[in-house]
Each structure stands twice: as structure tokens, then as C-alpha cells.
């Protein structure tokens, strides 16, 4: 079990903003820097100087060092138990056998917030950064004895009413001070008996000065008045990135002008005896040597090309046309709002998307799930109607304008926080809370 003592001392001991600031204590379950690492990022820059004081408690990965990098106290430990309850991620079959995963992430769960406890002794309130953690949140509001928030980033299952959802929103009534949802369609798989609040994920596109090496490389090796398709995220089955290969290959059959740009890393590798048994079982996949192998095996080194993980996502979007998400999670990932600020509209694989996220038509398209000719015609149908497309990159810019600016939502967020923690927090006599939040 792997804490890093030393560095979350030197964390824990950063200097202490002013004293009205909210101490809030974030739980992340996750590991890898994907779309709950980058939104959990943007809410913490976002806040207002001196209104609140994070503090987090994250499994070890790339999201902690990012967020360290970032100058947030981080206690990372070797693992954060998850319960399971998504439409995509439930327990079935042989997925069960990930409980046993969970429960061995105990310990190290208990003694992460224990240590948080030693560390931030002053903490006003917990944060739990995604429904899966709702295990380490309980722990947290039993040892700590504060309000609790859940933040449901996840599309939950609803086909039936198995006991552990039952459970789940039982333990949601009883133990959460607030829930909040990203977006409608999240909120859709929750109760409608439940109080929700929409806080939307938000991004702040950085200006581009200088645009990095692998990003340039790629730009100049694109095909003259080509649409520029880009997926953009963590390299992952449930990501649809076989589909999205299957489509970049059927384009280049059809002699379509169309070049993909793949943005991102496979998670970490998993070997010897473990990474045997969760290949076997089917719980992890080597995405990134499939691909790299697809490439060579179909001849789309010409057409498809790579970009490793980067911090520099603002110079990706200015190189796309269209942004693809062609997931098998039933949602609108973070992704279509990055690319929505630069006018980039996107081709979503979602049954009914919400119009707070995904205007079908207006401000991208919507495509079935796992279907790669759907996308390869979609793409095909872009790239000889380029004027259609723009005006659909400028209503998506419109759309995160409304609904993904990051100070509005950081102040949603905040109003949040402060209705929880009722008169203690409240904003001075002839403000409003969202004003005092800005």
C-alpha cells in the first residue's frame, strides 16, 4: 500500500488562504487523467481567490501528479474503493468479480481519509468527485462528521431495480447534503423524487502562443483541404476507439478527404499475473498495440494519426473540424464542450441527447452506438458540406457559452456548497450567493 508520506506532508502544509475560505475535502476515485480529473481541475481553478480551500484525497495516477502540478494539497493513495452502479459499468457476470478489487481498497480508502483527517483537521465538507466513490464518502462523513456532496458524473443504470441501486439511493437520501449532476441526461437516471441540481462540467480555453511539437508534427503531415476528425481522451474499449478505426478505414476506402487525429494514451499498463487474469476476463484490453497494429495491418498510417496525452488542449481543438465521441456510454462526454469553445461541432454516439449538452442537427450529430458506418458516412457527408458544419461550430460555441463557462458554474457550485452549510458560509448582507461567488 503506497502513500506518499513525505510529498503529502509538504501538500498538506501549503499556505492557508483566508480564514472565511470553505475547507472541502474532495474524494477522486480515479486514477487515470480523464474527463473527472480535467472538469474536478477547472472547477478548482475556477473558484473565486479565497473562497475555498481544497484539500483531496485521490488513488494514485497521473490525475494526482497533474493536480500537485497544479499546486493542490493531495493525499494519493493506492486505491479508492468504487461501487458500481452506471448504465455502462454495473455489475454482471463476470464483473462481479471487480467487488473483490473493491474491497481489497479498503484499507488503504479508511487510512486515506484518516490521514486527511490529521492533515486538514479543519475540513467544512466533503466533496465526493463521482458516484462510484460513494463508499469512501460514507467513511469520510463518519470520521469526519461534515456535510457531504455527491457529484454524479455518470449515466446511471435504470433498466431494472436491482437491490444495489436500491441501496445506492438509499445511501444517497440518508447520508448526501446535495447531489449534483453534469448535465439533464445524468440527472434523467436518477429518481425523480431525488433533489438534483445541474451544474454543468466547464472548461477555460487557454490562449495558444506556441503551438507544441507533437501537435505541429501532425498538423503538417494532414492532406490539403482535408476535414480534420479528431477523438479526443483516454484510450479505452468503452471510448469506441475500435469504431472509430472501422470508420477511418471505410473512409479511406471510399477515397473520402478525411484525416483522424487520435489525442490520448491507453491507461497504465497492467502486467504479469494480474493484467493476464483481467485480459482473460475481459476487464482491460491493450487499446493502444491494437491500434497501432490496426494502422499497420490496413495501411492508415496516411490517414490516421497520433498525439500522445497532452496539457496543451486548447492547440489540439484549433487543429479539428469535427470532434468524434463515439462512446458506448450513452452520454455526452466532456470532450463535446472543450471543442464546443473553439467552434468545433462534434459527432456523438448518444440516443437522446439532452439540448442542454447536444442539439441533434444544431450543434453537432447524433449517431448510434458501436456503429462505424455510421460514422464513416456521417464524416463522409461532412467533408463535402463544410459550410452545413461551420454554422453548426458556431451554435456549439454558442451552446457553451451558456451553459459551460467556468467562473458561472464555479459559482453554481459554490452556492451549492454555502446552502449546505447554511448561515455559517452566507454571503454578505445585499449579495446574492451566485454575486459572491463571482
Not at 473512409?251 to 491507461?267: H, L, M, Q, R, W
Request: proline share 6%.
Amino acid at each position: 500500500m503506497a502513500i506518499s508520506a513525505a510529498s503529502d506532508a509538504r501538500d498538506a502544509s501549503q499556505a492557508e488562504p483566508a480564514a472565511s475560505a470553505l475547507s472541502v475535502l474532495y474524494l477522486h476515485p480515479i486514477g487515470a487523467f480523464g474527463g473527472a480529473s480535467r472538469s474536478l481541475l477547472e472547477l478548482l481553478r475556477a473558484f473565486p481567490p479565497g473562497s475555498v480551500r481544497p484539500c483531496i484525497v485521490a488513488q494514485q495516477g497521473q490525475s494526482t501528479s497533474l493536480l500537485r502540478e497544479a499546486g493542490y494539497p493531495v493525499i494519493a493513495i493506492e486505491g479508492m474503493t468504487q461501487f458500481d452502479c452506471t448504465r455502462y459499468g454495473h455489475y454482471r457476470k463476470w464483473r462481479w468479480l471487480i467487488l473483490l478489487r473493491e474491497l481489497w481498497y479498503l484499507l488503504p480508502t479508511v487510512w486515506g481519509v484518516l490521514k486527511a483527517r490529521r492533515a486538514w483537521p479543519q475540513v467544512d465538507l466533503i466533496h465526493a468527485n463521482e458516484i462510484t466513490a460513494i463508499v469512501p464518502a460514507l467513511v469520510a462523513k463518519a470520521l469526519l462528521r461534515k456535510p457531504l456532496v455527491v457529484h454524479v458524473r455518470s449515466v446511471q443504470q435504470t433498466d431494472a431495480i436491482p437491490r444495489r441501486r436500491r441501496w445506492l439511493l438509499s445511501q444517497l437520501r440518508r447520508h448526501a447534503d446535495a447531489v449534483v449532476a453534469i448535465d439533464a441526461t445524468v440527472r434523467a437516471s436518477l429518481p425523480a423524487d431525488l433533489h438534483v441540481e445541474i451544474v454543468h462540467n466547464a472548461f477555460s480555453p487557454a490562449a495558444v502562443t506556441e503551438i507544441p511539437e507533437p501537435v505541429r508534427a501532425v498538423a503538417e503531415r494532414l492532406h490539403a483541404g482535408s476535414l480534420r476528425v479528431g477523438l479526443v481522451g483516454n484510450l479505452l474499449a468503452l471510448k469506441g476507439v475500435y469504431e472509430f478505426l472501422v470508420a477511418a478505414k471505410l473512409c479511406a476506402e471510399s477515397k473520402a478527404n478525411v484525416d483522424f487525429i487520435i489525442v490520448g494514451s491507453g491507461p497504465r499498463p497492467i502486467a504479469g499475473l494480474r493484467g493476464a487474469l483481467l485480459r482473460w476476463f475481459g476487464f482491460a484490453r491493450d487499446v493502444e498495440g491494437d491500434l497501432d497494429r490496426y494502422l499497420v495491418e490496413h495501411g492508415l498510417q496516411d490517414r490516421v494519426h497520433r498525439i500522445p496525452f497532452t496539457p496543451h488542449i486548447s492547440a489540439v481543438y484549433r487543429t479539428l473540424d469535427v470532434l468524434c465521441f463515439p462512446s458506448h456510454l450513452d452520454a455526452v462526454g466532456r470532450p463535446v464542450l472543450e471543442a464546443a469553445w473553439f467552434g468545433v461541432p462534434s459527432v456523438v454516439a448518444v440516443d437522446r441527447p439532452s439540448p442542454d449538452t447536444l442539439i441533434d442537427g444544431e450543434t453537432g450529430v447524433r449517431v448510434p452506438a458501436r456503429d462505424p458506418h455510421a460514422l464513416a458516412t456521417t464524416f463522409a457527408r461532412m467533408a463535402t458540406h463544410r459550410e452545413e458544419f461551420k454554422k453548426m461550430g458556431a451554435a456549439a460555441r454558442r451552446l457553451a457559452e451558456r451553459n459551460f463557462d467556468a467562473r458561472q458554474n464555479a459559482a453554481r457550485m459554490l452556492s451549492v456548497y454555502r446552502r449546505v452549510l447554511g448561515a455559517r458560509f452566507s454571503p454578505p448582507e445585499g449579495r446574492s450567493r451566485d454575486d459572491a461567488g463571482t
